[in-house]
């Protein structure tokens, strides 16, 4: 159980598109879900913390205007980087908890802006 | 604030070595929970544990086991008999309650069991 998946995997997009990576719980209901960024060899960066039907609380630091968090449904939350840039690029990677602490992680997302 | 330090960096063992690596939290509320996760090369966190800091019973899960000392704010994870398969990087993590808040993580260490 606790299975979370990330769609798509991996993304190469141009300079100035925007790009929509979707995080969903296929075995339970997350009432929190998490966002998080990963550089080569660094540890996780939060980014922002989601919870369904609300607003997201994003970090100090992260332009709420550039990465778009939508969570829908207890199932499905949605980041959209708009006009991404090559300083984009990087592993993203979701989370979603249910009732309990723990926090289960998806497979992560590889962005490469060109 | 809350603050979680892996100090080791990087560890290289020898398959069948046990090893041990070493996280040490900090945090000023007296509720609080602690998690390992492991990222093998394809990058997606495994969650292997989470203990509650007022458990401190020791944990065994087959070739793991886990350490936890309030009193030297510590919660230390030991592979015994490596394998080339636990190859990866382990975080050390660490929430205040009610346990909705986000993962505060060590930076990692990055483990390699060498055949």
């Known amino acids: 159980g606790a299975v979370v998946s990330q769609h798509p995997s991996r993304v190469i997009c141009k300079s100035g598109t925007s790009v929509k990576i979707e995080c969903r719980s296929l075995?339970?209901?997350?009432?929190?879900m998490f966002w998080y960024r990963q550089f080569p060899k660094q540890s996780l960066m939060l980014m922002a913390t989601?919870?369904?039907?609300?607003?997201?609380?994003?970090e100090q630091g992260v332009e709420k205007d550039k990465f778009l968090i939508n969570h829908a449904s207890l199932t499905l939350s949605t980041l959209t980087v708009t006009s991404a840039h090559p300083e984009d690029s990087s592993f993203y990677i979701c989370?979603?908890?249910?009732?309990?602490?723990?926090?289960?992680f998806g497979p992560g997302t590889r962005l490469t802006v060109t | 604030a809350q603050k979680v330090t892996q100090a080791q960096t990087e560890i290289s063992v020898v398959e069948k070595e046990d090893v041990t690596l070493d996280c040490v939290y900090e945090?000023?509320?007296?509720?609080?929970?602690l998690f390992w996760y492991k990222q093998p090369p394809s990058g997606e966190l495994v969650f292997l544990i989470r203990?509650?800091?007022?458990?401190?019973q020791n944990e065994i899960s087959g070739r793991y086991s886990w350490n936890f000392q309030k009193s030297t704010s510590s919660f230390n994870f030991t592979i015994t008999a490596s394998q080339v398969v636990d190859s990866a990087v382990y975080f050390c993590?660490?929430?205040?309650?009610?346990?909705?808040?986000?993962?505060?993580f060590g930076k990692g260490t990055r483990l390699s069991v060498i055949a």
């Open positions: 075995d339970f209901q997350a009432t929190t």
């Open positions: 989370s979603a908890r249910q009732d309990r602490p723990e926090q289960y």
């Open positions: 945090t000023r509320d007296t509720t609080y929970y």
């Open positions: 989601s919870n369904e039907g609300s607003k997201a609380t994003y």
């Open positions: 993590a660490l929430s205040e309650a009610p346990g909705n808040t986000p993962l505060v």
């Open positions: 203990r509650n800091s007022f458990d401190e």
